[in-house]
């Protein structure tokens, strides 16, 4: 066991985005759009969670390969209809190994940042879904779903 040989990889641009959502109560999800958590700025906090996830996850990702991220973003889009938050990243990075485990990494600390912030209105919270959406560079080619 051990970490990939990527010595004879050629240097590639390197995306991958991936995705998650957590599901509120109808209550818990009044609340988080109305006035938000005591705790503070649930957005901006939960980004830079994200970000923080992305940039940590050799530590955080047994065998992970260190990598000089050039771009990482963290966004959020609101289901209203099913009281949900779709949390989304973007890792991008010229290099030798891909960045699927930062992109998810990402989407999975900006949730637990979330539902740490919310968690007042009660445990019901889900987080579910997380997934790897696109990836691109390397000779694996282009995936999507």
Known sequence: MGMVDISDKQITKRVACAEGKIVFSPKAYKILLKQGSPKGNIWETAKVAGIMAAKNTPSLI???????????????????????????????????????????????AACLTIYDMMKFTGHGITITQIQLMHKSGGKSGVYHK
Do not use: I
């Not at 949900?84 to 990494?105: F, H, I, P």
């Open 62 to 108: 047994p065998l992970c390969h260190p990598l000089f991220l050039e771009k990482v973003s963290v966004a959020f889009e609101m289901l209203k209809s099913k009281n949900t938050v779709k949390v989304m990243s973007e890792v991008s990075c010229s290099g030798k190994t891909g960045v699927e485990m930062e992109a998810l990494s990402a989407v999975s």
